[in-house]
């Protein structure tokens, strides 16, 4: 691509992301209006998030890979389509069940394109430009989340939650008629994967199914049989490496590779645990009210989302081992500086350095770790590896949830498990830290 289409087309990819990741924190702040309209239960009301979620993370590996056989930007614009209806049926819904299963359709759209912002990315930028990239569609996710609950708020308030969906409509239009105009197809036919790994992908979502709806409802008899069928999805992929594989083995061959996915899953645990942690304890043992909690736990994201582009920058300049072990380190720390300001009558603005801190550390991994992941993969699997890349990523978050949910529960008084809770996070956040001083400099001398 030109260069001069490499600012559209990277506004164009931002804005589809950002309505993906602005639905995984907006719909919360809307289940009571949900409950209270469409007289919906506790359960069906969790469902419209569970529903959304579960569907959302086990299509992202298929989605992935399968825009290295149609193109990433057929699979961009028929996700973002997708996703766009379903919101527009999402906010017509006349009954929870009705709600439900456009949710998933909303899920499935965001599985689809998800992926190929990724992959559009790496294809648009050079590698020498990349990093600023993938600052910047960094920064978009932490703006989602300071935006989801404060813009989820406004919108309830003023009109119903019915309008948390239909905001999706104009957006998604938007993107689309930039989508098709500014994103040219690149990919020629012979460079293309070829052939569909039909076993790999039923095993894969089948597996992946049964395992994340273990993780979000607890119900562990779905475990077993999801991590057999993952088993198996493993072995099946040894036997088609030679033809079109759903997951690539030479992917985790790159050093790179599989340290930034595990520097994405730790950093994405750790966000998550952040946002669980704090916001229980602001509300359950500080009294604060919603809107209070919110304005506490805005700083980490404000953090991230200004210092991710030029984090980005950075890391198309300087070696990778100056970045993550210190980044991941300031990390931890800012957990730590949180529990210390962390008693039942401190002042909650004395939780504000550690929230900052945690948000910088935040800012310094993200950008380059999704940069350096997808740096020298070739592009017939460019799609393969942002699948890879975004189904770890939501592993990492529902690992965070679960965790740091189960030790909250375990551990008698809230104030009693905090800390229990933080220690558990930072040890995550050292271990990949000392993990990454193995990073390969994206140099001649780097492994092929």
């Given at each position: 691509?030109?260069?001069?289409?490499?600012?559209?087309?990277?506004?164009?990819?931002?804005?589809a992301?950002?309505?993906?990741?602005?639905?995984?924190?907006?719909?919360?702040?809307?289940l009571?209006?949900?409950?209270?309209?469409?007289?919906?239960?506790?359960?069906?009301?969790?469902?419209v998030?569970?529903?959304?979620t579960?569907?959302?993370?086990?299509?992202?590996?298929?989605?992935?890979?399968?825009?290295?056989?149609?193109?990433?930007?057929?699979?961009?614009?028929?996700?973002?389509?997708?996703?766009?209806?379903?919101?527009?049926?999402?906010?017509?819904?006349?009954?929870?069940?009705?709600?439900i299963?456009?949710?998933?359709?909303?899920?499935?759209?965001?599985?689809?394109?998800?992926?190929?912002?990724?992959?559009?990315?790496?294809?648009?930028?050079?590698?020498?430009?990349?990093?600023?990239?993938?600052?910047?569609?960094?920064?978009?996710?932490?703006?989602?989340?300071?935006?989801?609950?404060?813009?989820?708020?406004?919108?309830?308030?003023?009109?119903?939650?019915?309008?948390?969906?239909?905001?999706?409509?104009?957006?998604?239009?938007?993107?689309?008629?930039?989508?098709?105009?500014?994103?040219?197809?690149?990919?020629?036919?012979?460079?293309?994967?070829?052939?569909?790994?039909?076993?790999?992908?039923?095993?894969?979502?089948?597996?992946?199914?049964?395992?994340?709806?273990?993780?979000?409802?607890?119900?562990?008899?779905?475990?077993?049989?999801?991590?057999?069928?993952?088993?198996?999805?493993?072995?099946?992929?040894?036997?088609?490496?030679?033809?079109?594989?759903?997951?690539?083995?030479?992917?985790?061959?790159?050093?790179?590779?599989?340290?930034?996915?595990?520097?994405?899953?730790?950093?994405?645990?750790?966000?998550?645990?952040?946002?669980?942690?704090y916001?229980?304890?602001?509300?359950s043992?500080?009294?604060?009210?919603?809107?209070?909690?919110?304005?506490i736990?805005?700083?980490?994201?404000?953090?991230?989302?200004?210092?991710?582009?030029?984090?980005?920058?950075?890391?198309?300049?300087?070696?990778?081992?100056?970045?993550?072990?210190?980044?991941?380190?300031?990390?931890?720390?800012?957990?730590?500086?949180?529990?210390a300001?962390?008693?039942?009558?401190?002042d909650?603005?004395?939780?504000?350095?550690?929230?900052?801190?945690?948000?910088?550390?935040?800012?310094?991994?993200?950008?380059?770790?999704?940069?350096?992941?997808?740096?020298?993969?070739?592009?017939?699997?460019?799609?393969?590896?942002?699948?890879?890349?975004?189904?770890?990523?939501?592993?990492?978050?529902?690992?965070?949830?679960?965790?740091?949910?189960?030790?909250?529960?375990?551990?008698?008084?809230?104030?009693?498990?905090?800390?229990?809770?933080?220690?558990?996070?930072?040890?995550?956040?050292?271990?990949?830290?000392?993990?990454?001083?193995?990073?390969?400099?994206?140099?001649?001398?780097?492994?092929?």
């Open positions: 691509m030109t260069r001069d289409r490499s600012g559209p087309v990277l506004a164009t990819v931002c804005v992301f950002f309505m993906t990741m602005l639905d995984t924190t907006i719909v919360n702040i809307a009571p209006d949900i409950q209270h309209r469409l007289d919906a239960s506790l359960s069906q009301a969790l469902w998030v569970n529903g959304y579960l569907v959302f993370a086990v299509l992202l590996l298929t989605f992935g890979r399968l825009a290295d056989r149609y193109s990433p930007r057929t699979m961009f614009l028929a996700g973002l389509a997708t996703f766009t209806v379903a919101s527009a049926l999402c906010g017509l819904a006349q009954d929870p069940a009705q709600l299963a456009t949710r998933a359709l909303q899920g499935a759209g965001a599985a689809m394109l998800m992926p190929q912002t990724l992959t559009l990315i790496t294809t648009t930028f050079p590698p020498e430009r990349r990093g600023f990239a993938f600052g910047v569609w960094s920064g978009v996710a932490g703006l989602a989340t300071v935006a989801g609950p404060a813009a989820g708020g406004l919108l309830v308030d003023a009109l119903t939650w019915r309008s948390i969906f239909l905001v999706y409509v104009p957006l998604g239009l938007i993107a689309l008629a930039a989508g098709y105009a500014l994103i040219p197809e690149r990919a020629s036919r012979r460079d293309r994967a070829a052939g569909l790994d039909l076993v790999g992908m039923l095993l894969s979502t089948g597996g992946l199914f049964l395992t994340v709806f273990a993780l979000l409802e607890g119900e562990w008899y779905a475990g077993g049989p999801g991590l057999l069928l993952l088993a198996g999805f493993v072995l099946h992929q040894r036997t088609t490496q030679g033809r079109a594989p759903l997951v690539p083995f030479e992917l985790f061959g790159r050093r790179n590779f599989a340290l930034m996915n595990a520097v994405l899953m730790a950093a994405l645990f750790a966000t998550v645990a952040l946002l669980l942690v916001t229980l304890y602001l509300q043992v500080r009294d604060l009210t919603p809107t209070e909690a919110g304005l736990l805005a700083p980490p994201a404000v953090a991230t989302l200004l210092i991710s582009p030029v984090m980005g920058r950075l890391a198309d300049r300087v070696d990778p081992r100056l970045i993550f072990p210190p980044g991941l380190a300031l990390f931890a720390a800012g957990f730590l500086v949180l529990l300001a962390s008693g039942d009558d401190t909650v603005l004395a939780l504000l350095p550690g929230m900052i801190i945690c948000g910088v550390g935040a800012g310094i991994v993200f950008a380059p770790a999704n940069a350096l992941a997808m740096r020298d993969v070739p592009p017939a699997m460019a799609g393969a590896a942002s699948g890879v890349i975004s189904t770890l990523r939501q592993v990492g978050t529902l690992l965070g949830a679960v965790v740091v949910g189960a030790i909250l529960q375990a551990g008698g008084s809230y104030t009693d498990a905090m800390p229990a809770a933080i220690w558990t996070v930072v040890g995550v956040l050292v271990l990949t830290a000392i993990v990454t001083t193995r990073t390969h400099p994206p140099s001649g001398r780097q492994t092929p």
